[in-house]
C-alpha cells in the first residue's frame, strides 16, 4: 500500500500540491484526475522521488519514501512516461534491458533476461527486439517502453511490494492502443498484485477501467471514491468548468460534454 | 538474444593497435630495425651502458613516444565517451568544460612569464602550469553554473553554455600572450597549442599511465548509470541513477584525464570527437563497449597520426594537432552527412 499524509510542494509562494492525504491499494488502479495545473504530475513526480515534498510524507508499505535511496527505490518502483527519444541509436533489447539496470551490478542474470523476453512478448516486441530503436514509429517506441519499465518490476524478491506510476503513458497513443494497454494493464496488476497510480487526461478512459479515482483542482483534493461516486455533473462542472451528461451502459458509463 | 558479440571487434582492435605500434617503434627521422629493439630491450633490462646509438634512440625516444601515444589517445577518446554520454549529445568533445583551454593558458603564460622573469624551470614546470590552468578553467565552469534546485541534479545545458564562455575567455588570454610573447617563445605557445609528442620522457608516460589507468577503473563502474542517461535525466533517476552524484564523478574523471594528457603533450583535438562517432558505427551504443574501444581505437589513432607528423616533413615534424584535425574534419563531416542516427 502507497499513503500520502499531508502532502504540500511549493515552489516560491506557489503552492502546487496543497496537503493531499491519500492510500492506494495494490492491485486497484489509481487514477488522478483534474484540469491542467491541477498539480497531477506533481504529485507523480513526488511519489517517483523526483521532487521531495515541501512537508508531510509518503510511505511505500511502512517506508517513508525520503529514507529510501534511489537505487533501492528502484527495485520496486517503476515509472511510465511520455514518449521517449534516445540521445544515440540502440538495439530494442538493450533498451528493454535498462529496466532490469536496478537489479544487476554488470551482468544480467538469467532472471533478468527472461522478465526481458517475457515483458517484451506481452507487449508484442520481442519480434523487432534486435532492430534500431530510432527507426520505430511512435507507437512501437512506446510499447518498447512499456516493456522496459514493466521488466523493471517483472519480479521481486518475495513479499516486496511493487509500485508502478503513470505520467501520462497514453499522450501519443491512437485509441486502439489506448485500450489495448490499459487492458493489459489490468491483467498485470491484478496477477502481479502491483500498486497503480497514474495519470490519465481521457475522463471516459478513467471512468472505465479505474478503480480509485482522486479529483484534484489548484493542488487540493475535491474528492475521492469510485468513478461513479467522483464523476458527477456537479463535480465535473466545479473543476472542469463544463457541462456533462452521464449515460450508464453495460456496467459502465460514459461522459457526453455540452 | 540478449549479447552483442564484442568481441570480433576487439580482436580486429587489438592486432590494428599492435600493428599500428610496431609501425610507430620503426619508423620516423631514422629507421630502426626490428634487431635493434630487441637488442636495446634485451640489453637495457640487464645493463644500459652498453647501448649502440640507434638503440639509445630506442629506448630512450621512440618508445616512450609510442606508448605515448597509445596513452594519450586512450585518454582523450575515452574522455571523449564519458562526455558524450554525460551530455548526451554527440558532438561534445572533451575540451568543452574549459579544461583543455585552461592548460592551454596555463602552458602559454608559463612560456611568456618563463622568458621575462628568466627562471629556469625543471621538466615538471611546463606540465604543472598547463594542469593548474586547466583545473582553474574547470573549477570555475562547475561554479559558475551550479545552481541550487529542487530537482536532484546539475543542468547540462548551463554546464555546457558555460563551458563555451570560459572556453572563449582562455583561448582569447592565449591570444594575448602570444601576442606579447618574442619570437621563440610564440612558436612555442603555437607548438604546444597544436600538440607534440617529441618531448615525453618515461616519468611522463607512468604519470599518465597511472591517472588512464585510475579512470578507467572508474568510469567502468558507471556505464550502466551512463546507459540510463540516454532515456533522460528524469527517466535514469526512475531506474535508480543518482544523477547528480554520476555528473560530479564523470565531470571529475575528464578534469583528470584531460588535464593530464594535455599537460604532458598539448592540445590534441578531434581524437575524442571521433572515436566514439567511429565505435558508434561499427557496433552500437553501449557504453562499457564504447569505453574499452575507445582506449584501443584512440590509441590506434593517434599513434597513425603520430607516425605522420613525424614522416611528413622528416627530418623535421609537423605538430600531431595538425594531422588529427586535417583527418579527423572530413571524417566528421562524412559521419555527420552520412549518418541519420541524430
Redesign the interface.
Known amino acids: 500500500m502507497l499513503t500520502l499524509d499531508n502532502v504540500s510542494f511549493s ?1 516560491g509562494d506557489k503552492k502546487l500540491v496543497d496537503n493531499v492525504s491519500a492510500s492506494f491499494q495494490a492491485g486497484k488502479l489509481n487514477l488522478i484526475v483534474g484540469p491542467n495545473g491541477a498539480g497531477k504530475s506533481t504529485i507523480i513526480k513526488l511519489i ?5 515534498p515541501t512537508s508531510g510524507s509518503i510511505n511505500f508499505g511502512l517506508e517513508n519514501s525520503s529514507t529510501i ?7 520496486g ?3 511510465l ?1 511520455q514518449q ?1 527519444d ?6 530494442v ?3 528493454v ?3 532490469r ?2 537489479h544487476f551490478v ?1 551482468q ?1 542474470s538469467a532472471t533478468d ?1 527472461k522478465a ?2 517475457e515483458a517484451m512478448q506481452f507487449f508484442d516486441v520481442w519480434e523487432m ?2 532492430r ?1 530503436y ?1 527507426t520505430l514509429s511512435g507507437g512501437e517506441k512506446q510499447r518498447v517502453q512499456f516493456a522496459r519499465v514493466l521488466a ?1 518490476i517483472w519480479t521481486s524478491e518475495e513479499g516486496v511490494a511493487r509500485y508502478l506510476l503513470l505520467d501520462e503513458p497514453l499522450t501519443f497513443l491512437d485509441i486502439h492502443y489506448q485500450l489495448q494497454f490499459l487492458k493489459k494493464l489490468k491483467t498485470l496488476l491484478m496477477q502481479r498484485n502491483l500498486t497503480v497510480v497514474g495519470v490519465l487526461h481521457d475522463l471516459n478512459l478513467v471512468a472505465k477501467y479505474a478503480d480509485h479515482v482522486l479529483m484534484l483542482h489548484g493542488g487540493k483534493l475535491i474528492e475521492q471514491g469510485s468513478p461513479e461516486s467522483v464523476f458527477t455533473t456537479e463535480n465535473i462542472y466545479n473543476v472542469f468548468q463544463i457541462q456533462a451528461r452521464l449515460l450508464e451502459q453495460n456496467q459502465t458509463f460514459h461522459l457526453f460534454f455540452d | 538474444m540478449f549479447n552483442n558479440h564484442y568481441r570480433q571487434v576487439y580482436l580486429i582492435l587489438g592486432i590494428l593497435l599492435i600493428v599500428s605500434f610496431l609501425f610507430s617503434l620503426k619508423y620516423g627521422a631514422i629507421l630502426i630495425s626490428f634487431d635493434e629493439i630487441v637488442g636495446g630491450i634485451q640489453k637495457s633490462i640487464s645493463s644500459a651502458d652498453t647501448l649502440l646509438l640507434t638503440e639509445r634512440i630506442f629506448i630512450n625516444i621512440r618508445l616512450p613516444r609510442a606508448i605515448a601515444c597509445l596513452l594519450v589517445g586512450a585518454s582523450l577518446a575515452m574522455a571523449g565517451v564519458l562526455m558524450q554520454a554525460l551530455f548526451r549529445n554527440p558532438i561534445v568533445e572533451p575540451g568543452l568544460i574549459g579544461t583543455s583551454s585552461g592548460a592551454a593558458f596555463g602552458a602559454s603564460l608559463y612560456f611568456v612569464l618563463g622568458a621575462v622573469f628568466k627562471f629556469h624551470a625543471g621538466e615538471w614546470t611546463l606540465p604543472f602550469a598547463a594542469a593548474l590552468g586547466g583545473a582553474l578553467a574547470t573549477v570555475l565552469v562547475f561554479f559558475l553554473s551550479f545552481q541550487k534546485s529542487a530537482m536532484r541534479r546539475q543542468s547540462v545545458v548551463t554546464l555546457l553554455l558555460t563551458g563555451i564562455a570560459i572556453n572563449a575567455l582562455f583561448l582569447s588570454g592565449v591570444g594575448l600572450m602570444s601576442y606579447l610573447a618574442r619570437d621563440p617563445q610564440a612558436r612555442s605557445i603555437t607548438f604546444w597549442n597544436l600538440g607534440t609528442l617529441s618531448g615525453v620522457n618515461w616519468n611522463a608516460i607512468i604519470f599518465i599511465a597511472i591517472a588512464c589507468a585510475v579512470c578507467f577503473a572508474l568510469a567502468l563502474r558507471k556505464v550502466k548509470s551512463l546507459n540510463a542517461l540516454m532515456l533522460g535525466e528524469e527517466e535514469a533517476v526512475n531506474i535508480g541513477v543518482d544523477v547528480r552524484r554520476l555528473q560530479w564523478t564523470i565531470l571529475g574523471i575528464n578534469v583528470i584525464l584531460v588535464a593530464t594528457a594535455t599537460a604532458f603533450v598539448g592540445v590534441i583535438s578531434f581524437v575524442g570527437l571521433i572515436v566514439p562517432h567511429l565505435l558508434r558505427l561499427m557496433k552500437g551504443s553501449d557504453n562499457r563497449f564504447l569505453l574499452i574501444g575507445s582506449m584501443m581505437l584512440g590509441g590506434i589513432l593517434l599513434t597513425l597520426a603520430d607516425l605522420a607528423a613525424r614522416l611528413l616533413l622528416a627530418p623535421a615534424e609537423l605538430p600531431i594537432g595538425i594531422v588529427t584535425s586535417v583527418v579527423g574534419v572530413p571524417v566528421f563531416i562524412f559521419l555527420l552527412r552520412k549518418n541519420q542516427y541524430y
Open positions: 515552489i517517483s522521488g523526483q521532487l521531495r535511496p534511489i537505487h533501492q527505490l528502484a527495485k518502483r517503476a515509472v512516461s521517449i534516445l540521445a544515440f541509436p540502440l538495439k533489447w538493450e533498451v534491458m535498462m529496466g539496470y536496478p554488470t544480467p533476461e526481458c523476453q527486439a534486435k534500431n530510432l523493471q
